[in-house]
């Protein structure tokens, strides 16, 4: 490996490659200070050694090969002693345990976990705008021993008039808030420079009772209080950053509280005219007093609660308010309030640091960075699966991707992401069983940026993030950037069967799933499969009837329909509720963190049922399918006061026209793109067309001319027999012709038509091959389909609907429904059902993509 440890060493000899290496790559990162001929090399090893005093014990390594016979420790002196040169300053040259060195360099940076038991995490980076308090905020995770119920309004809830501060006094106000018109341009640790002011009233003794307010801290949102009475105050919430909207999430804190006064508080700046508040949600309250002395963590707390339009005409859009009145617990308490429970970037890192620190969950869960966001933050991503035996088994692992927090106020998308992950690095053996058969790409945390700065729905770019999943903009998306070019990565090397971004809904109760309509016969119905089953495993609080299906335009930039249209036929959004359940024993109650947590695990536990070998629970969703989307068939066409027999024709009805759009989102529509970006988004375009007009066709080889050639003709001729057979016909001979018609026309059309019929395969092997928009399967895998279908057909009778059962299906698709829904109870499977003897035979299973 190094020439200069060789007994006899030549004068001049060529350069080393390792070392020619190391020098250029030590002097690129400023480890080294001096020149080349500073370095010890292989032509002055025997002159450092026959000449430095520590090393006359005899002379040269060839002179006294007695003293060091061992090779390996020559390589470790010549270490020793570059090391030791006051000119090599490295830090990629690791050392063993007992603090000599070992030959070999450090894993590359910022490709590995960053992660260690003796190192600090990473701070968080702000705009250079925002001001933020130089204080650590934990709260602790409690589980209310009773359900909490939704408000019950009695119709005699006051409703407050908004007289804002031209009447009342402001106790806290942010001072610059960057709105729209700016855009970000920098960050650092820490955000603003300077001296933090203090925003906060000061209070004029012991027995002012002006409250005292907070938000400039992770995922904090409050830029205006007002006190307009003694225990009343209007509340003004922070738009997103470098935007005019999106006021939704809340997080403050206050402080110097009274315990026997009832406070009213108003938020006046609300944008969206329905809202969870109306059916009895209620806010979040977090009393730092009874988590130290008592162990109770957040609350569902409130009185008087409504939500209705602000009456302030400014002439710009209108606004609405939610007010509510609250009991403080205790004297000079510091309190919080939050529309839902909070769960920051500081809380993630901390759970990821947990788990690179475990020595067994660290084995199968490999952390890495997907990219920096905007600010500079880190985006993880989490690889887990069980090592492989073989490189067979490895590649034959199907792929579940996850990710959470795109829009960075839906904070229940992190408890239920925390839930999966709970579970599927446990010891557990179906957590162990999904390990074996699966490979997981988790992004925890897509939006660091927005989820720091308490953002509702928007990155540091200003724009809606789950709108701009087919951009070009590496620069200014880097998130989801980075994460579609990681999918398409992932689906080259194998078939991804799932992807789901866990979300937040501000309209509707339960847990839903919004999902794309397959438009392949073959596969019909097949994408609410997964959606049903899981309503089964969680009927108190997956809501199947809340689910959608259908893909509209404005939706086309989400990740769900571009991960679709990308070759994976369940693609999801799954939308978690602010609120609460209106299903089975959690009726009417708010879901707790627990609640969201178990979901997660349901989400597992769906996975295997979906992915089960026997494959009744499948068929029965089938059936139950159909069944359902008669009914809704019907209902529909009875809306429209018409009656149509649907036996034969009712699987031909596109599923699109009979469900409603989707609903809940403010921002259904995108913005565009910023300003700023305008020109930078039109550039990359005019060079992306340059380069297709500037690409050359590829050259064809003799054969291809050949046969193009011949076509060409073939399909001169078959034009001109055409075009004389029409003159013909129009001349009044057509009977006389044909029967004297030339042996040339008969030959033209015998060649011409063994032409087309040639033509045909090769026509649909270039389908088959990809070149036909929106296909990407395997030619082999279609041949085999094809052939199977082409059997299929000779020997089956035409029957009125589509045949739905699975290719690979061991059971019987024939079976009755009443006696399928006999098979749903977990119980009754055999005991191997999830044993690993079971599925041995799993690379064969029948699993979907969407050609």
Known sequence: MFPALETEVKQETLPDPYEDFMYHHLQYYGYFKGHRGSLPTSATHQHVWKNNPRYLLSGSFGERQGMIPDPLQKEKLLYSLMLSSPLLKSRQLLHDEFGEVNPCLREPRDLFTFFSSSGPLQAPRWPIECEVIKENLHHIEWVPPQPEYFYQPTGNEKLPEIVGEEK??????????????????????????????????????????????????????????????????????????????????????????????????????????????????????????????????????????????????????????????????????????????????????????????????????????????????????????NPSQTPQEAAAKKAVVLSARVHPGESNGSWIMKGFLDFILSNSPDAQLLRDIFVFKVVPMLNPDGVIVGNYRCSLAGRDLNRHYKTILKESFPCIWYTRNMIKRLLEEREVLLYCDFHGHSRKNNIFLYGCNNNDRKYWLHERVFPLMLSKNAPDKFSFHSCNFKVQKCKEGTGRVVMWRMGILNSYTMESTFGGSTLGNKRDTHFTTEDLKSLGYHVCDTLLDFCDPDRTKFMQCLTELKELLQQEIHKKFNELGQDMDLEGSWSDICLSDIESSTSGSDSSLSDGLPVHLLNVADELNQK????????????????????????????????????????????????????????????????????????????????????????????????????????????????????????????????????MKSHWSRNRYPATKRGRAAMTVYPSLHVYTYP
Not at 283 to 308: C, V
């Open 168 to 385: 009342g006094t402001v106790v806290f106000q942010l001072d610059s808030v960057p709105t729209e018109g700016s855009y970000f341009t920098s960050s650092r640790v820490g955000g603003k420079r300077g001296i933090i002011k203090e925003l906060a009233v000061t209070l004029q003794g012991p027995e002012d009772k002006t409250l005292l307010f907070e938000s400039r801290f992770e995922s904090g949102n409050l830029q205006k209080a007002v006190r307009v009475d003694t225990y009343e105050y209007e509340l003004t919430l922070r738009t997103d950053l470098y935007t005019n909207k999106h006021t939704q999430w809340f997080y403050f804190r206050v402080q110097n509280t009274r315990k026997d006064a009832t406070y009213r508080f108003t938020i006046v700046n609300l944008l969206k005219p329905k809202s969870l508040y109306t059916i009895g949600m209620k806010p979040l309250m977090y009393s730092q007093l009874d988590a130290k002395t008592h162990n109770i963590g957040w609350r569902r707390e409130g009185n008087e609660i409504r939500y209705y339009k602000n009456n302030r005409d400014d002439g710009q859009q209108a606004f609405y308010c939610l007010t509510w009145t609250i009991q403080f617990p205790h004297d000079q308490d510091t309190c919080f309030f939050a529309h839902f429970y909070p769960y920051t970037y500081t809380d993630l890192q901390c759970y990821l640091l947990s788990v690179a620190n475990n020595p067994v969950q660290s084995q199968f869960c490999k952390l890495r960075t997907l990219c920096r966001s905007l600010a500079g933050n880190t985006v993880y991503l989490l690889t887990i699966t």
């Open 688 to 819: 992306k067309k340059m380069y297709k007009k500037k690409k050359k066709k590829p050259l064809q080889t003799r054969k291809q001319r050949n046969e193009q050639y011949q076509k060409n003709n073939l399909m001169q001729e078959l034009k001109l027999t055409e075009d004389a057979l029409s003159f013909q016909e129009r001349a009044g001979f057509a009977s006389s012709t044909l029967q004297k018609q030339p042996t040339f026309f008969r030959n033209s059309e015998n060649a011409s038509s063994s032409a087309m019929r040639n033509e045909k395969p090769r026509l649909n092997e270039s389908q088959l091959h990809g070149r036909e928009k929106g296909t990407s399967l395997d030619p082999s895998k279609m041949t085999s389909i094809l052939t199977k279908s082409k059997e299929r057909m000779q020997t089956e009778k035409p029957r009125p609907t589509v045949s739905c059962s699975p290719e690979r299906s061991t059971n019987s698709s024939q079976e009755p429904a009443a006696d």
